[in-house]
């Protein structure tokens, strides 16, 4: 019986390696593609230069116009999973310091200026350090870890050469912690939302505690919401929502509201179901271009809906965008400059993939975009069975990164 379940599972390998490799023709000018050396877990854009976290143990500064390496950040011994950026002062809006966390289970702090090394801050996490989020008025640095714990983090004084101070703690979660998101709502209070492999979001009322030296912060849990079957992939709050993506196959939007988690989910949106899992999400409500569009990403495939009413979304069209799974997505507003000399504006929309490409879209195009090839595309075919040798989630991911396409 275990031989032939291996069979299975070998012939479905090799069909949707034999799928991708033919979509990977198909697709080789689409998008604007900028090949990279590695896989790329997380990215963030700010004026045409991409920042890219890879699982090469390195992070990658790039210039999206040229396509061209600026500069590569180097210090991580394991994939590199999560970026984050803050200024040196609290409540400044410069972003003068990366953060990245990584695999190795450091934090490091490096000057965005001149791309160096500030501190490190070994085994932040007992695991790998998944997620980081920045609380830029607060001196506020969150993380996630595989470990299953949320950790605080002092950066009020980031140029400090020395280990970031440890603010405090949350151990509630039962599953690693995949991502964060927030907001301040005060100069010494915060809303927290975390995400985890189980599927299990949680709401906190973070709070400073000044009379405690050093000063601590302190979590109060506000509700839990379990909604989704499993995984929790990404998460973004903002005007009164908090949108998911998650490995159970749907994207779904939920209103934030002081209300028992029941009663919100019953006035919550129909789930937008997937043909696989949903690796990201980009709600450009929650950008600067303020649109009333949520752009998902499932297997390697790009979906836009019109959220404009958002109890009743529209598809609007879906692209093939790479030939693996897309990792993240981000909004450019691109610059270019006419042949009338004027400089003129755009958005655009940046993707990344496990094919190691960053890829490039009009938001016009994926507005309304052309309508698909008749060919199947490997998005269609049924998911591979998982090795039984392969039952550890750490294990499965770490194999999905370092594998060779």
């Known amino acids: 019986m275990v031989e032939s379940e291996n069979f299975l599972v070998s012939e479905a390998q090799l069909n949707l390696g034999q799928a991708r490799k033919e979509k990977a023709q198909r697709l080789k000018g689409v998008g604007e593609p900028i090949e990279l050396l590695g896989k790329p877990l997380s990215i963030d854009i700010h004026d045409g230069i991409a920042w890219i976290a890879e699982n090469t143990t390195v992070v990658r500064k790039l210039d999206l116009e040229t396509g061209k390496t600026l500069k590569v950040l180097k210090g991580h011994t394991g994939p590199v999973a999560s970026l984050a950026f803050c200024p040196k002062q609290p409540g400044d809006k410069k972003r003068e310091i990366i953060i990245t966390g990584s695999w190795d289970r450091s934090i490091k702090v490096w000057n965005l200026a001149t791309q160096q090394l500030i501190s490190t801050t070994p085994n932040a996490h007992l695991d790998f350090v998944k997620s980081l989020h920045v609380f830029p008025k607060l001196g506020l640095l969150v993380s996630g870890g595989s470990d299953k714990i949320i950790r605080f983090w002092d950066i009020s004084n980031p140029e400090s050469r020395e280990p970031l101070r440890n603010m405090g703690f949350i151990s509630s979660h039962t599953r690693p912690v995949e991502c964060l998101d927030g907001h301040s709502t005060s100069d010494d209070t915060a809303s927290l939302y975390t995400g985890d492999t189980m599927g299990v979001i949680k709401a906190w009322q973070l709070n400073k505690e000044k009379d405690s030296t050093p000063p601590r912060w302190t979590a109060t849990l506000k509700h839990t919401y379990d909604h989704h079957r499993t995984r929790i992939n990404e998460l973004r709050y903002g005007n009164g929502y908090l949108w998911t993506a998650s490995a159970d196959d749907t994207a779904q939007v939920i209103p934030s509201t002081p ?54 979304p529209e598809l609007l069209g879906q692209v093939d965008a790479h030939w693996h799974d897309i990792t993240s997505i981000r909004l450019w507003n691109r610059a270019t400059t006419g042949e009338d ?43 591979v069975p998982e090795e039984a040798a392969l039952t550890e989630e750490e294990e499965r991911e770490l194999a999905e990164l370092m594998e060779d396409d």
Do not use: C
């Open 259 to 312: 209300e028992d988690p029941s009663a919100t989910l019953a006035k919550a949106p129909k789930p937008l179901v997937h043909p696989v899992a949903v690796r990201a999400l980009l709600p450009l409500d929650l950008t600067d271009l303020g649109e009333p569009y949520l752009i998902t990403a499932a297997g390697d495939v790009l979906r836009t809906y019109d959220v404009s009413t958002i109890d009743q």
């Open 341 to 383: 000399g004027k400089t003129r504006v755009e958005p655009w929309i940046v993707t990344t993939s496990l094919d190691r490409t960053i890829r490039k879209w009009k938001l016009s195009y994926l507005l309304n975009p052309p309508p698909p090839l008749a060919i199947i595309a490997n998005s269609n075919l049924q998911p």
